[in-house]
């Protein structure tokens, strides 16, 4: 499904991925955890092009991003995304958010398009705040809506950048519970995250980076069962983050 | 086009010139005196003057700085002569001045308002308990730290007002935009003479504005 | 040099046609100031969002193209701006053009012609700068998303960004619509007889100098004032809910 290949890239001077190269097959979850700083927000970018990359190449679906004929937007459309701080229009209510890109990007009937968001929001369990505004919900409410608006556009992926870190404490469940019945169902996922938990229940794979590069990169159960067999950077980490 | 009578006519345009610097400089500072003024009252706690202050505000903001001139400019023969009783002949320049100063200034007392807004009360209350009167305090303490905040804005209303000076052109009033017009006029090229006056315009206010720019950044710090 | 005051002097009939009396100069003055800056705030608005938008998009061509024109509109007088368009650019006209201008358009028309295409281009330069500041104030995620989503440049500008930036800068916007006002009398020095000229011309037939500027500094100052009410109530009527200051951080 998605195909990362010795993918670099540099602000100026700086490198911030170096050589990246990993796949996701279809039906996979595959968590990316790191340091913060360590280029996981940025790889999970470049892969439906947000951020630009000098060297190497995605393939998303077998298209490729480095070749400059490729349309991204039509790209993007297939990929779904949810971000660190939501970022829900906050000028539209919640229906309008989740119909606004079927619409107007995919070119779909409007009607059908309230239709699908009413049936996402009672999947994410907030139908009845269809008319609200984002101002006007919590911060989790507000994360599983940009879920349902990633879903509305009926993606082959979903990539998570930092889904739960803006969120506070007791939201984050609500947030992981969806995200689980997501994998669950069979949805092709990359989620940065440090939520160690969801990564024990749903991850096929977890994928651990520092400094730019793919440090690890193996199955759910060696990444956690043989911890000896890590890489001394990984078993830091782990240990830091596993004491929560 | 033909450009070459300019340097000629450049001494009789620096005499221009000297007006609307000179009529700048002082709208500038009769403005903020007046202006702080004004803000002082705002903030009184006398219902009052506040009031005063406020309809003051409101009337000059909402009306065009060019209808205070012209209305100025006409009137004040005769506010002097309720005033002193006889006919005192002041020129253009004084109630363009007066205008400009008493316009300016509902503009001034605003940004001055904020900036004094924007001192933490606490420094009021550190000043009060050394012992400081209210108009102590206001003087050293709360002003001078106003002050230093809002250059950056009263600079830019400062360019602005240069830029307006040029208004005067309504009562005849010799500014450097009028010389270049009248010496233009006089020689047959009037378009050059006005686009050379746009130049001048546009690179004064550009270099202050930049000034301005860089002094901001480096306030910010 | 006794002054009378007079305030009959409004309805008095004027030396210069029967039936009609001072208060009429105000009311058709009135009429040009009005129509003068609606049609230049409609330029404005159109240019300034157009070159707003230009200063953000990353191009760095089309923002430059943006940057200079809002320098140059910004920092010539607004009084030697109109001399060029009223003076000098009817000169540069290609023929047909020019002898339209001067000889088929009356003085008055011409003279609104050239007022309008000015304050239009000018304010535009103030609106643009509005503009940039409303967008730059949104949080980068905002287009982020909406590129994740699949939406191209321009859909993003008018789905996303230009709805959120235009509530937030509805209060300054408002002044520059009441500013637009204001400048409109700078025509009076062209000889467009708007409400300032005819207050003038008022106060050169009558003698009642003060009463007729008295007069018009209340209907500027009235007509300040309703601006403003309206545009607080459009301000509330597109304010979503849920947010109490947008962008105010």
Same mark, same amino acid.
């Given at each position: 499904m998605i195909s990362i290949d010795k993918v670099s890239k540099w602000y100026g001077d700086f490198q911030v991925l170096t050589d990246c190269t990993t796949q996701v097959q279809k039906g996979e979850v595959v968590v990316v955890c790191g340091p913060s700083g360590s280029g996981k927000s940025t790889l999970i970018k470049c892969i439906n092009a947000l951020e630009p990359f000098q060297k190497g190449d995605i393939a998303v679906d077998g298209v490729s991003l480095a070749n400059p004929k490729t349309d991204l937007p039509k790209l993007r459309a297939r990929v779904g995304m949810v971000f660190q701080h939501f970022e @829900? #229009?906050?000028? @539209?209510s919640i229906i309008d958010n989740l119909t606004i890109a079927p619409v107007k990007v995919l070119g779909r009937d409007k009607t059908e398009a309230v239709a699908k968001g009413h049936q996402l929001l009672e999947r994410v369990g907030l139908k009845d705040h269809a008319s609200k505004h984002p101002g006007q919900l919590s911060g989790g409410q507000q994360q599983r809506v940009a879920i349902a608006r990633a879903l509305a556009m009926d993606p082959i992926v979903m990539l998570f950048d930092e889904p739960t870190s803006a969120l506070d404490p007791e939201m984050v469940n609500e947030v992981l519970d969806v995200m689980v019945q997501l994998a669950q169902e069979g949805m092709t996922m990359m989620c940065v995250t440090h939520e160690m938990g969801f990564a024990r229940k749903v991850a096929s794979r977890v994928i651990f980076m520092d400094q730019g590069k793919i440090i690890e990169d193996c199955a759910k159960e060696s990444f956690f069962g043989d911890t000896t067999a890590r890489s001394e950077r990984a078993q830091q980490f782990l240990a830091k983050i596993l004491q929560h | 086009m033909d450009f070459s009578p300019i340097p000629n006519e450049l001494p009789a345009m620096w005499e221009g010139m000297q007006l609307t610097l000179k009529m700048t400089v002082l709208g500038v500072l009769g403005g903020v005196l007046f202006g702080t003024l004004l803000a002082l009252l705002r903030l009184s706690h006398n219902r009052l003057l506040a009031g005063i202050a406020t309809g003051y505000v409101n009337i000059f903001r909402s009306i065009p700085l060019l209808l205070v001139i012209i209305w100025f400019y006409l009137a004040v023969p005769f506010v002097l002569r309720w005033i002193t009783g006889a006919d005192t002949p002041v020129g253009a320049f004084a109630s363009c001045l007066t205008a400009f100063i008493m316009f300016e200034a509902a503009f001034f007392c605003e940004i001055v308002r904020a900036g004094i807004q924007s001192i933490p009360r606490g420094q009021v209350s550190a000043a009060q308990a050394l012992g400081m009167s209210y108009g102590q305090s206001m003087r050293l303490v709360i002003l001078p730290q106003a002050f230093r905040k809002m250059t950056p804005l009263l600079l830019q209303q400062s360019i602005i007002l240069f830029q307006d000076t040029s208004l005067v052109y309504s009562v005849g009033l010799m500014d450097f935009l009028n010389t270049a017009r009248s010496r233009g006029d006089n020689i047959g090229q009037p378009h050059e003479f006005l686009i050379f006056a746009g130049l001048v315009y546009f690179l004064i206010s550009f270099a202050a504005s930049r000034l301005v720019k860089h002094l901001q950044k480096r306030l910010a710090v | 040099m006794d002054y009378n005051w007079d305030w009959g002097v409004f309805f008095r009939e004027t030396t #210069? !046609?029967?039936? !009609?009396?001072?208060l009429d100069w105000f009311i058709y003055g009135l009429g040009w100031t009005i129509a003068i800056a609606l049609v230049g705030w409609a330029i404005a608005l159109l240019l300034g969002s157009l070159l707003g938008v230009l200063r953000t998009v990353p191009n760095r061509w089309l923002s430059g193209i943006a940057t200079v024109y809002v320098e140059i509109f910004r920092n010539v007088p607004l009084l030697v701006q109109l001399f060029i368009w009223y003076f000098l650019i009817p000169d540069l006209l290609p023929e047909p053009l020019q002898q339209w201008y001067k000889l088929d358009l009356s003085p008055a028309a011409s003279a609104y012609l050239s007022v309008v295409i000015c304050l239009g281009l000018f304010t535009a330069a103030r609106v643009c700068e509005l503009v940039r500041t409303g967008i730059q104030a949104l949080p980068k995620g905002q287009s982020s998303t909406a590129l994740a989503l699949g939406f191209r440049l321009p859909q993003i500008y008018r789905q996303v960004l230009l709805p959120q930036a235009f509530r937030i800068i509805i209060p300054p916007l408002t002044s520059e619509f009441l500013n637009i006002f204001k400048n409109s009398s700078v025509a009076s020095l062209i000889g467009l007889m708007e409400l300032l000229a005819q207050t003038r011309q008022t106060a050169e037939f009558t003698a009642n100098l003060f009463e007729a500027f008295i007069l018009t500094t209340l209907i500027y100052f009235s007509l300040n004032m309703s601006l403003m009410l309206l545009m607080r109530y459009v301000e509330k009527k597109v304010a979503v809910p849920g947010l109490i200051a947008m962008g105010g951080k």
């Open positions: @829900l #229009f906050p000028h @539209l | - | #210069f !046609e029967p039936g !009609e009396i001072y």
